[in-house]
């Protein structure tokens, strides 16, 4: 069974910093590349960051220079490091793993980010 449990959200004022974690079990980590996408209320769901297996990354341009995505491969963690936060920066985060050669995807269940004074 496979899952992905995503953990450090909360409310944060704006300027601050947060660090989302995704714990993955079930699948062969280190094959898959790992993604943190956030959707906001009334918005699509939107790739922040994400890094492949072998440790390229890519970021939204939104967030360029203020998140940084990294992956532990020993532990199954991936995690998103957010500073110099904005109100429009709040979102639910989610979590994605997919190894493309296979058509695997999965999703974690989300985790709340507020921005607000």
């Known amino acids: 069974q496979v899952q992905l449990v995503e953990s450090g959200g909360g409310l944060v004022q704006p300027g601050g910093s947060l660090r989302l974690s995704c714990a993955a079990s079930g699948i062969t980590f280190s094959v898959y590349a790992m993604g943190w996408y956030r959707q906001a209320p009334g918005k699509q769901r939107e790739l922040v960051a994400r890094?492949?297996?072998?440790?390229?990354?890519e970021y939204a341009d939104s967030v360029k220079g203020r998140f940084s995505i990294s992956r532990d491969d020993a532990k199954n963690t991936v995690h998103l490091q957010m500073n110099s936060l904005k109100p429009e920066d709040t979102a639910v985060y989610y979590c994605?793993?997919?190894?493309?050669?296979?058509?695997?995807?999965?999703w974690g269940q989300g985790t709340q980010v507020t921005v607000s004074s």
């Open positions: 994605n793993a997919e190894w493309t050669r296979r058509g695997n995807n999965y």
């Open positions: 890094i492949s297996s072998g440790g390229t990354v």
